[in-house]
Nanobody, 124 residues
Framework: QVQLVESGGGLVQAGGSLRLSCVASGRTFTNYIMAWFRQAPGKEREFVALIRRNGVSTYYADSVKGRFTISRDNAKNTVYLQMNSLKPEDTAVYYC?????????????????WGQGTQVTVSS
């Protein structure tokens, strides 16, 4: 089992920044590809970004490319999502997820473990 706890959400004006954190516990953190997903009210959960086990390779949804940065600190069992130039359409609950498969995936059902989510609200 892996437990994931997100933090860092909040209310911010359009154009502002937030940094989300997700701390993992329970299993070896470096065994997992880590990702962020988000879900807005009435919408499907969608992929945002992922980072490979070694922290070198990353992949982003087109909607956030150039504005968001995913990173991980394997010594702290933590993955981050730095969000800049936020837009009202970024408003959602953001979830951290872990995938023990070595193959990257942007599909939510491929991920084995999920956090409880943290709310991000961007006002216009």
């Amino acid at each position: 089992q892996v437990q994931l706890v997100e933090s860092g959400g909040g209310l911010v004006q359009a154009g502002g920044s937030l940094r989300l954190s997700c701390v993992a516990s329970g299993r070896t953190f470096t065994n997992y590809i880590m990702a962020w997903f988000r879900q807005a009210p009435g919408k499907e959960r969608e992929f945002v970004a992922l980072i490979r086990r070694n922290g070198v390779s990353t992949y982003y949804a087109d909607s956030v490319k150039g504005r968001f940065t995913i990173s991980r600190d394997n010594a702290k069992n933590t993955v981050y999502l730095q969000m800049n130039s936020l837009k009202p359409e970024d408003t959602a609950v953001y979830y951290c997820a872990a995938d023990q498969s070595p193959l990257i995936s942007t599909t939510n059902y491929k991920y084995d473990y999920w956090g409880q989510g943290t709310q991000v609200t961007v006002s216009s």
